[in-house]
């Protein structure tokens, strides 16, 4: 069973959109990752999903609560985030 991934993101932040790019591009390569669902929060229209979590930029991604990634996305980092989820 995966762990909970919360995804905080602005719709307007072109990083957030090459994360969501990234996440796709990873799910295809490995279809496992399938499996974890990623609870998209978009900022301005759910701020009260992101109250309590420490972060500055977006896209930050938690799993079950940690912080794994924040800020620039890479592939390598967004696979990061599966790999902690499936661990």
């Known amino acids: 069973m995966a762990k909970q991934v919360k995804m905080m993101m602005l719709d307007t ?8 790019e990234l996440i796709d591009e990873l799910e295809q390569e490995h279809p496992e990752y399938k499996q974890v669902q990623i609870e998209k929060i978009e900022e301005n229209r759910e701020a009260d ?6 972060y500055w930029y977006v896209p930050t991604f938690f799993v079950d609560g940690v912080k794994v990634h924040e800020g620039v996305p890479t592939k390598e980092k967004i696979n990061e985030v599966f790999v902690h989820a499936l661990k």
Do not use: E
């Not at 932040?13 to 969501?20: E, G, I, M, Q, T």
């Open 13 to 20: 932040c072109p990083h957030c959109k090459r994360a969501l």
């Open 49 to 54: 999903k992101t109250k309590g979590y420490d």
